[in-house]
Nanobody, 120 residues
Framework: QVQLVESGGGLVQPGGSLRLSCAAS????????MGWYRQAPGKQREEVAV???????NYADSVKGRFTFSRDNAKNTGYLRMNSLKPEDTAVYYC??????????????WGQGTQVTVSS
């Protein structure tokens, strides 16, 4: 069984920082790419930071310059460093990954989500 588990969410004051983790576990041969999404109450899910080819990451305009995605391949773990947090960043954050469970089999995975609340 393969899965993604997010962690690191919580309550933080505006201007604060938080780092989310996304750990992939199970029979994972490699991670092709990974991304972070979020969904705020009453709003549609939106892309936050998504890896593209060439080791690039596309960031939503609303988080560009404040959020940074990174990945530790040895740990099969992705991270989202969030700085200068704003109340509008409040949402459930979801990790997504496209992985190879073998050389021949590809899977798309979603984590269960982690709540980030930015409030004073």
């Amino acid at each position: 069984q393969v899965q993604l588990v997010e962690s690191g969410g919580g309550l933080v004051q505006p201007g604060g920082s938080l780092r989310l983790s996304c750990a992939a576990s199970g029979s994972i041969f490699s991670i092709n790419d990974m991304g972070w999404y979020r969904q705020a109450p009453g709003k549609q899910r939106e892309e936050v930071a998504v890896e593209t080819s060439g080791d690039n990451t596309n960031y939503a305009d609303s988080v560009k310059g404040r959020f940074t995605f990174s990945r530790d391949n040895a740990k099969n773990t992705g991270y989202l460093r969030m700085n200068s947090l704003k109340p509008e960043d409040t949402a459930v954050y979801y990790c997504n990954a496209r992985v190879l469970t073998s050389e021949l089999n590809r899977r798309e995975l979603w984590g269960q989500g982690t709540q980030v609340t930015v409030s004073s």
